[in-house]
């Protein structure tokens, strides 16, 4: 039979290890948010234009898409769906954006949007839908 001194000494040793690999597990978590994490984007607000009748347009605001590219590029690097607020936020890297709209059915669109974004600021930028005009 052997002696208990080896059986704690063993357990320890384990609690050790998994104590040891939490530590690391959380530390990398940490380290990917505070990567991942950024202070500066664009904060969206869609609203509709003056000519478009607010009772006709307010509903369909709630569809409103609006994607995000980099200035001088074509591919959207990311797309968000407006709240129901009617707001979109990116969080992004500092640099020169386009904010493009997508229609909303056949019938509400709007301008695409150039915006600056600087570190540790959110740019704010308004984007109004109108009438497609026939």
């Given amino acids: 039979m052997t002696s208990r001194e080896p059986a ?12 040891i690999a939490g530590v690391i597990i959380a530390a990398a978590l940490l380290a990917t948010f ?4 950024t202070d500066s984007g664009i904060a ?5 234009s003056r000519a478009c009748p ?12 609006v994607a995000v590219r980099k200035a001088g590029r074509r591919e959207s690097i990311a797309t ?6 009617n707001r979109v936020r990116f969080s992004l ?22 915006v600056t974004v600087t570190q ?7 984007l109004r839908y109108e009438r497609r005009r026939r």
């Fill in 34 to 37: 505070l990567v991942r994490h």
């Fill in 120 to 126: 540790g600021h959110m740019a704010h930028a308004t």
């Fill in 54 to 65: 607010r009772a006709h347009c307010l509903p369909l605001l709630r569809h409103a898409r």
């Fill in 8 to 19: 704690t000494s063993r357990r320890r040793g384990s609690r050790t290890t998994t104590v």
């Fill in 93 to 114: 890297d500092p640099g020169r954006y386009v904010l493009v709209p997508l229609p909303i059915g056949r019938e509400l669109v709007a301008r695409a949007r150039p």
């Fill in 44 to 48: 969206v607000a869609v609203q509709p």
């Fill in 80 to 85: 968000h769906r407006a709240d129901s607020q």
